[in-house]
């Protein structure tokens, strides 16, 4: 063989085996290495979204190495506050939006506190085990995780405060540019947990596109049918929806402000053809905790089908849903007159009664039979 074509073939065979062979650092060399000394935080990155992401298949969501410096040993965390790396590798637009947040504003010289500092990524996200933001409880979790004391303080001026935090998202009134919505999600009313997809049996989408053919986003009734659907699957508890409002988007859900521009105004929500109530989506959490979403007529509010879904957020008049109102109103109504009709109707029937035994008992018999005449001779 010339030396030529010696050379341009072993080119050839170390061009192509160069990205497998990073793929095999990225993907397990390198992680077991961290692994022999960091088990712990490994068992953290295993259970979180970044891993998950990498068992289905996606070879750019972040391992080890794309976080830290394989031969550089540090003293603290590689987050960087001043440019969010390494988060902001891959979640640029949202490191923007947390940029001009409240969070990231905050001057530790103006403030008395010690343990005063920037809030970065870490402190709300984790540094390894990374959630999925949609997870139950966690953003909600997270902002309490600070704000302690935040119930309280709102229970001074805001009715139904404890209900307003259960239905209502913390950006979607403190993050007061942003656009809100309705997420209807499904729930299981036994565990009263969100249902998810099972692992490689995804359901909700083919359920949805089926029933929505022309992809113009679920009515009232095609609601009422993916609802079926999901019952005839035999779970623990009927499957039904939670509503909740939120911003439309994982970049507004950063764009925080100081709490004295917060929403506070009742009428932004509890009006007539408020915008929250006019975008809705019907939700459901994949396997790892990611929601996936489709959109639905904001007529659906209107429905029968989706009263037990709003009800956890509803009060009469403050939504503006014409047929919760009416129903609310008749089932008032009816509380206060079924008990005062049959209270009535029980002393009427009592007092027919009573005057018909006193008519019995009083007067001559009627109709009575003359005694026949006594036809014996009296003694001569």
């Known amino acids: 063989m010339k030396l030529g074509t010696f050379v341009a073939a072993l080119l050839l065979l170390i061009i192509a085996g160069m990205p497998v062979r990073a793929a095999e650092i990225t993907l397990s060399e390198a992680d077991n290495k961290c692994l022999r000394c960091h088990d712990e935080e490994f068992a953290q990155y295993d259970g979180g979204i970044h891993a998950s992401l990498r068992r289905q298949g996606d070879a750019e969501a972040p391992a080890c190495t794309n976080c830290h410096t394989t031969h550089r040993e540090r003293d603290k965390p590689p987050y960087n506050t001043a440019n969010g790396k390494p988060c902001s590798k891959c979640h640029d637009t949202i490191f923007d939006a947390y940029v001009a947040s409240v969070h990231s504003q905050i001057e530790v010289s103006e403030t008395d506190d010690k343990d005063a500092h920037v809030m970065g990524c870490p402190e709300c996200h984790r540094a390894h085990d990374v959630k999925a933001a949609a997870t139950e409880n966690q953003l909600k979790d997270a902002c309490l995780g600070c704000h302690q004391d935040v119930l309280l303080v709102h229970q001074k001026w805001l009715p139904n405060a404890r209900l307003h935090f259960e239905a209502v998202s913390c950006p979607a009134c403190h993050a007061p540019a942003a656009q809100r ?75 925080l402000t100081e709490k004295n521009k917060a929403i506070r105004e009742c ?28 959109d639905a007529h904001n007529e659906v509010l209107n429905s029968t089908v989706s009263i037990e879904s709003v009800g956890g957020f509803y009060a009469i008049g403050a939504t503006r849903i014409k047929l919760l109102d009416t129903l609310l109103f008749f089932a008032v109504v009816g509380g206060i007159t079924v008990p005062i009709g049959h209270m009535t109707t029980k002393w009427l029937v009592r007092k027919y009664l009573k005057r018909g035994k006193g008519q019995s008992g009083s007067g001559h018999p009627q109709n009575q039979t003359p005694s026949a005449p006594d036809n014996r001779s009296a003694p001569k």
């Not at 947990?193 to 029933?211: H, L, M, N, T, Y």
């Open 267 to 294: 009428e932004r929500c509890h009006s007539k053809g408020s915008d929250p109530f006019q975008s809705v989506t019907i939700s459901i959490a994949r396997p790892d905790g990611r929601l996936l979403r489709y």
């Open 181 to 255: 919505k309705v997420d209807l999600r499904l729930y299981d009313s036994a565990t009263q947990k969100r249902i998810r997809e099972k692992e490689g049996v995804p359901q909700f989408e083919s359920r949805v596109r089926a029933i929505d053919i022309e992809g113009k986003g679920l009515n009232a009734l095609a609601l009422q049918s993916l609802l079926k659907e999901f019952n005839r699957d035999g779970g623990e508890g009927k499957t039904i929806l939670r509503g909740r409002l939120e911003v439309r988007t994982g970049d507004e859900s950063h764009q």
